[in-house]
């Protein structure tokens, strides 16, 4: 299947489709009123048919074209052929209207942070401004609060970023060493 496409009909045995930008297979699926598709045990991703890095494959996947809104049930998201993680429930936006939510989360591992994870969380504030607002916790130094608010007028564009890293165990560490020269 595909979504959000125009399809030209070149002669009875042909057809050219222009103006994909989703893709997917499903034991079933079902356009159960116009503009709301639903695909049961099937997969979903917008990258090009040969080069797909990501997917998601789920019991149940619900498009739907009016909320510019995607569901996925019992889903598993995918980079490339590797299943990165298990999620019970789903949303994410299907085309370019922005959604408040979750994005993914990082982790990592340096010697200065130790092992840290992060979960960002996006808020559409407005048409034009919107943050991004994320928690990450390093073994090594604690919680870090960082937040980035992003704006457009018609003077121009910007953004502020902040962090707060309150009781920084690798900070008191070193203030605790230069106190003991």
Not at 12 to 35: H, L, R, Y
Not at 87 to 107: C, E, H, Q, T, V
Not at 159 to 174: E, I, T, V, Y
Request: net charge neutral; charged share 15%.
């Amino acid at each position: 299947y595909y979504t959000s496409a125009n399809i030209t009909s070149l002669d009875d045995t042909q057809s050219k489709v222009t103006g994909v930008n989703a893709w997917g297979n499903a034991v079933q699926f079902n356009q159960t009123k116009e503009g709301l598709i639903v695909i049961n045990q099937g997969t979903y991703t917008t990258c090009p048919p040969l080069q797909q890095v990501w997917s998601v494959k789920a019991k149940r996947i619900t498009l739907d074209r009016d909320t510019g809104t995607g569901t996925a049930n019992q889903a598993r998201l995918y980079y490339k052929e590797m299943p990165i993680m298990y999620i019970p429930y789903m949303s994410f936006p299907i085309d370019a209207r922005r959604k408040s939510g979750f994005l993914l989360p990082n982790g990592g591992y340096s010697s200065q942070t130790g092992y840290d994870v992060s979960q960002p969380y996006y808020i559409n504030l407005a048409p034009n401004y919107d943050m991004t607002f994320t928690p990450e916790y390093m073994t090594s130094r604690g919680v870090n609060l960082n937040d980035d608010f992003r704006y457009l007028n018609s003077n121009g564009k910007g953004d502020f970023h902040g962090a707060f890293l309150p009781g920084d165990r690798a900070f008191s560490q070193f203030q605790s060493d230069e106190a003991a020269l």
